[in-house]
């Protein structure tokens, strides 16, 4: 009964979640288009417009991830109901307050409402602490939910074999799945950076509600601001690993991936990697001591290299010279890894402080994280949503026409992402609403970058209306 | 002796006109980044030179004052060559001192540069200008005339400008080394970091900056930025005892 209602409420979340991704698309080919100079924008439109994109994308995203990992967990253990449900609800809300923020009280801050920008009030006052209110929202909800998730995993693994910890020694007697070992780790900075975030509202609220007896340092809290910003969105990506770990193999007919050393030994390091490298936020930040500046630049690194070379590895060994069966969930994988690899390159680029002199807040930035996301984790949770409506709604894949959106969908990302890249390069600057005259690419490279995304958005269109249906029917079914 | 007499004088001094410059409300940061006047100035009988000539060569640092000023301009003036003999600064930069007084002709000038016994220092530069309401305003430089006193209240003011022609940053006061440092860093388009005040309000600081030493201190902020790696580890840690202590082992 309950793995029937955990089914519905991955079909909800799944339909909310495509909608919401529709929406924020058409939020951002209106900005590209802005930029393009091909439609016109106020800035304030402009700004509140990329405040909603960017939240939402990430909370989107975010769940989707956690949707997926939640449904496939019950593989190996019982998940609470109620906590999902909780964090569907509160969700909702925290989208609903949230765009009310943005759309009606004009709060336009950036996803990264970075200290003080929330307190140089140019939106209704009250979008301020609604903003605030609606973080609190997502972030509670949130919390739950992945708290509930590590209980689930904890009553059944020790903290050694949840960690595979026992994979360092040989013929060890337990094995912990890959899938499981990458969710654990992957919890743990969720909820690690969900507490960044925790006290970051709060010394928001502190300052807000002092009238002026207390006062915030911006360098702790643009630390705070990464530390969950970035982490959440790196962590959102290894959701996604998760459930390539969980079903890659199972879809091409290959064996089961298993955990060996170095799997164990890769997922262990990128726990404690991933939460060091947001210093590589700050190298523009002099007060901030060079050691941290250098743990930034070699944590990027490290935080990349192994998680992603055990996975390129484990996929190219999977492909490699065998008999695969490919279907549509297999393919949004393999490409879905291509784009991740790509976009982390970008990414490993940018953290270099001698090319973030140069990179720094130009358009190579969105750039690489639209790569990853856009090429990489969007296509991992499509995947997931293609095979969970496929489990339950025969044939909703049909060979050619599947192939055609998949070709459109590449070729929009591509040229979206190209854009970026291009522009990024040339150092025009993000962030722009309109730019200025000297830089002669940017709106021509804008207006194409609006052109491919509109591309995109029809794949991604087709896709929806195939997952919805399936995924309605499973709502509105008996069992 | 009479150094020290001068350096005593000169202290009282900048500490009565400190007090005084923050009445006239002039502030540092206006008109930062915007493009000096592009005046018409006098440097000797038979050479007209414009501040582009001038700044294309070398960035500048420009000190407003006027020849029968019974005030701030003196102090203002040896303090700065004072500082200046012990900058030893590898970037380039011209002092123009620049008369804002439409009586003053090259002549008082040059008594002035005499007087300061500047005037075959190659680095200084002393001269008039005829449009000296327009350069007043790109700069945000007001002075006011008191017909009582018959002297002008005016700030002790060095502007620097760089290569281009824009306003890098502006000197209030009677200025340490320290400032004039900052300042030529600042023409030369080199970055110089800037530290907020300190603040009784501000609790929780990553470092606490003390001015003196130039250094930073680390302060409780970095507990906060501790704390959710501390917290989340508690937790599973908590968890684990809890279940496996409720719960027989699977
Ligand atoms: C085709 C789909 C998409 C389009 C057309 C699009 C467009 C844009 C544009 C134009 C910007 C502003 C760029 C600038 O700085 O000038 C932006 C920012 C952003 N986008 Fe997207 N995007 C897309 C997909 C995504 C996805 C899948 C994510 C997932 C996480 C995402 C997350 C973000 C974030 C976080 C920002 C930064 C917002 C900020 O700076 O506050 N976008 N996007």
Sequence with gaps: MESIKIKKITAVWIITVLVLFIVSIVLGILMRLNQGEIIE?????FYSNMTTHGLTMIGIWFVAGMAAVNYLMQRYVKTSYTANVIAYVLTVIGVLIFWTTTFVGKFHAGWTFLYPLPFKVMWATWATPLFLVSLTVFGLGWLIWSISLMTQLLKKYSIAQVFAWQHFRKNPKVETPPFILITMITLIGIITCLFAAVILIALFFAEYFSNGNFLNDALLMKNLTYFFGHTIANEMLYLGLA?????????????????????ALAWNLTLIFILTAFFHHLYMDFAQPEGFQIIGQLASYLASLPAAGVTVFSVFIAVYRTEIKWSLTNLLFFIGVAGWVIGGLGAVIDATITNNVLLHNTLWVPAHFHTYNAMGNVLFSLAFFYWFTNQFTKNIEDGKFTKLTLAILLIGGIGFLLAFY?????SIPRRYSNYPTDFTAAAP???MGAIF???YLTAILIFFFKIYKGCLKILFSPS | MFKNIVFTFVTINSWFFANAQTASG????TNIYERIYNAPIRVSRNQQLTFTDLNNKKPLLLALIFTKCAGVCNPFLLQLKENLQFINSDNPFT????????RDRLGDMNLLAQKLGLENNKKWIFAVTDSIALLNQSIGFYPRWDSVRSQYDHDALLVGINKEGYITKKLIGIRDKLDLDLLISSVNNIYSPTYRLPNKNILFSCFNYDPKTGKNRPGLGWLFIALPA???????????FIVHNKLPAE
């Design chain 1, 41 to 45: 924008q106020s800035p304030i439109t």
């Design chain 1, 453 to 455: 995304a509109t591309i």
């Design chain 1, 422 to 426: 291009i522009g990024g390069a040339d």
């Design chain 1, 243 to 263: 459930v390539i770990y969980e079903l890659f193999s199972e879809v091409s007919g290959r064996p089961k991936w298993r955990t060996t050393w170095y799997v």
């Design chain 2, 95 to 102: 002092i123009l001192v620049l008369s804002f007084d439409p």
């Design chain 2, 26 to 29: 002039i502030e540092e940061e």
């Design chain 2, 230 to 240: 501390v917290l989340a580890m508690s937790l599973l840690l908590s968890i684990s």
């Design chain 1, 445 to 447: 490279l804008a207006t």
